[in-house]
């Protein structure tokens, strides 16, 4: 049984990703801002309050967690604001900047004596922030702050390798959630293949960018 940590996991993907890891039989520590309840309804441990965007709220988390040892780290915080470059809001671009790309540096840079060798991160980030795969523009806010955090996420990938612990960038697709408004593939066959590919994970193929469908993704 696994002792998985999952942000953002009030709704969306992270709260199905906590259903199904649950599920499954994983120990899952569920970390969110706000609860709702039906993540209160899951068998997992809810710790809310926790904004990753801020290090006092980051640094509670830490302190929640004491000793506790996570085999696998879910990076999976996010938010969305859709900008043109007629209408841009750079209030907006930073707060995905926050969000997007430092939270899950800050996460896992706090997490660090929870992680142990053979440990996985995983984070969630978007084909968005692939530059390959940008043919329509606009989106500047979000494609940087995914773009972002996948270099941070390459950095980790070297980083922890001599520790054992493997890092994984995962695109869940776009997945009908709040934040597509609806739009997009079904939100438990997106979970399962994110599942899937941590499953596969392992330090030979730390460092990869790939689609929850299991294909590589350009950068």
Known sequence: MAITLVTGANRGIGFELSR?????GDDVIAVCRRTSEQLDALRARVISGIDVSTP???AQLAD???ATKIDILINNAGILRRDRIDDIDFDDVADQLLVNAIGPLRVTHALMDNL????KVAIVTSRMGSIA???SGGYYGYRASKAAVNAIGVSLSH???PSGIAVALLHPGMVATDMTGGQGVDVQASAAGLIQRIDELSIDNTGGFW???GYDLPW
């Open 20 to 24: 199904q890891l649950v599920e499954r």
């Open 56 to 58: 006092d709220s980051v």
């Open 64 to 66: 929640e967690l004491g």
């Open 116 to 119: 142990h060798d053979e440990s």
């Open 133 to 135: 795969d940008n043919t």
């Open 159 to 161: 980083d922890l390798a």
């Open 211 to 213: 689609h929850a469908e």
